[in-house]
């Protein structure tokens, strides 16, 4: 298994405040943006997941600013499986700037595997055994 190298970002003028300077709720849906593309790296995308039945959401997020993104930048965006027991995923993530390497923001996230018809708490391997072996092969490779 091949391991995913990030996400390219550049950011969009929208995103930034007055000064030019990435408003700072655009961080979390970047690491969303990179939590996607991790798992079409791994063949399993949100919405061939959501085929399964079966819905991600997120119970908790965080955010640490290092320094500061400015428009025209572009970063790179590294999603790590921090953790997997089965019925939770935890991620971090860290933004590096592309030209200068520099870490910028870091973060995480957690979620939960709900069943989408009844909103029930679901261990994956149930669901499908192969992204459970997936999920566990990937986090390991991660550690």
């Known amino acids: 298994m091949e391991k995913f190298t990030g996400y390219m970002r550049e950011p969009f003028y929208y995103e930034t405040d007055q000064m030019?300077?990435?408003h700072h709720s655009n961080y979390i849906r970047w690491m969303e943006e990179s939590r996607v593309a991790l798992l079409d790296h791994l063949g399993f995308s949100y919405t061939k997941i959501e085929k399964l039945g079966v819905?991600?959401?997120?119970?908790?997020?965080?955010?640490?600013?290092?320094?500061?993104?400015?428009?025209?930048?572009?970063?790179?965006?590294?999603?790590?499986?921090?953790?997997?027991?089965?019925?939770r995923l935890n991620f971090s993530y860290e933004i590096y700037g592309l030209d200068d390497g520099k870490l910028r923001t870091t973060g995480s996230s957690k979620h939960c595997f709900l069943l989408a018809d009844n909103q029930k708490l679901t261990k994956l391997e149930r669901v499908n055994p192969a992204l459970d072996r997936l999920f566990h092969e990937y986090a390991q490779l991660d550690s």
């Open 20 to 22: 030019g300077i990435i």
């Open 55 to 87: 819905i991600i959401p997120v119970l908790e997020v965080t955010c640490q600013y290092k320094e500061m993104i400015r428009y025209g930048e572009t970063v790179r965006i590294l999603p790590k499986i921090e953790q997997y027991s089965g019925t």
